[in-house]
């Protein structure tokens, strides 16, 4: 047997290997919907009527392929819902957002409440939000007094809760994007207390109330082109009306009150904000 006689041989073996293993897979997994009993028609030979063709999913209203967001109607999804602020007022001495008394002034501070929650569409257009954040802070200042007499001072011990519900809105939507319009309602509310930095004797009692109606309006990026369809994250912009109230209060009968409303974007301050307060992540179960 000559060189190509050889080289013929040693192909026309491997070839039968490879269908050999090719048949024991599709007989170990019938999952993979391979037929061991069809043959494979030779190259170039007209292809039978008995290959069934690739599953197309498509929506039943429409006849269109369907996208990320038809798969995920009905559906639970967690996420985060961005970062609410919560008014308290505190005794300071910057004259920024203060009011003052007697030389005493009350600056409009906030506390930042990361909000999580859950979103599920009731069909291809109106869905359904809430979530809700909290945040607590508490601790003291140890003095140590080389004359012997230590001190110990409370600093600011704060308690906010944020409450959020939309109705997210699906306003179009093509493969893996959906253009939402999501009216909402914030409500949240902060309790605490703060030594005078003064008198160091008589404490502040803080309580603030923030209400917040608005609308946002962008999109959601469902990552179905990567395989996970139920991923999604979502980038907005939206225009509020806030009120927010703030006082603080002491046993002696001393009381400061701070009022604001303002008509805003949802990035009001520095562009990279939108990271905290325009972008969201949810999860689709």
């Known amino acids: 047997m000559g060189k190509r006689g050889a080289f013929a041989a040693i192909g026309a073996l491997t070839l039968g290997l490879l269908q050999a293993e090719s048949l024991a897979i599709a007989q170990d997994n019938p999952e993979l919907g391979i ?4 043959e494979e028609p030779a190259p170039g030979a007209p292809r039978t009527g008995t290959e069934a063709p690739a599953p197309n999913k498509t929506d039943a209203a429409t006849g269109k392929p369907q996208g990320d967001h038809q798969l995920v109607i009905g559906s639970l999804g967690v996420g985060f819902f961005g970062l609410a602020r919560l008014p308290v007022l505190l005794p300071g001495e910057s004259p920024d957002l203060a009011t003052c008394v007697d030389s005493m002034c009350q600056v409009l501070g906030e506390v930042e409440a990361p909000s999580i929650g859950v979103r599920t569409w009731l069909d291809p257009h109106v869905g359904v939000e809430m ?19 230590d001190a110990t001072q409370d600093t600011l ?3 906010g809760l944020a409450l959020h519900a939309g109705v997210p809105l699906a306003v179009a939507s093509t493969k893996h994007l959906t253009f939402q319009f999501v009216p909402f309602v914030n409500l949240g509310v902060t309790s605490g207390s703060i030594t005078d930095p003064v008198s160091e004797l008589d404490d502040w009692d803080l309580s603030g109330l923030l209400l917040e109606l608005g609308a946002n309006a962008g999109v959601e990026l469902q990552f179905g082109f990567i395989g996970l369809p139920r991923l999604a994250l979502q980038g907005t912009l939206g225009l509020a009306v806030q009120h927010r109230t703030a006082s603080a209060e002491q046993e002696s009968g001393t009381l400061r009150s ?4 303002a008509v805003q974007t949802s990035v009001d301050r520095a562009p990279w904000e939108i990271l905290t307060g325009g972008l969201s992540a949810i999860y689709y179960f």
């Open 35 to 38: 037929d061991p009993s069809v």
């Open 258 to 261: 701070l009022q604001t409303t």
């Open 131 to 149: 979530a809700m954040g909290f945040h607590l802070k508490t601790g003291e200042i140890d003095v140590a007094d080389p004359g012997g007499s």
């Open 157 to 159: 011990s704060i308690f």
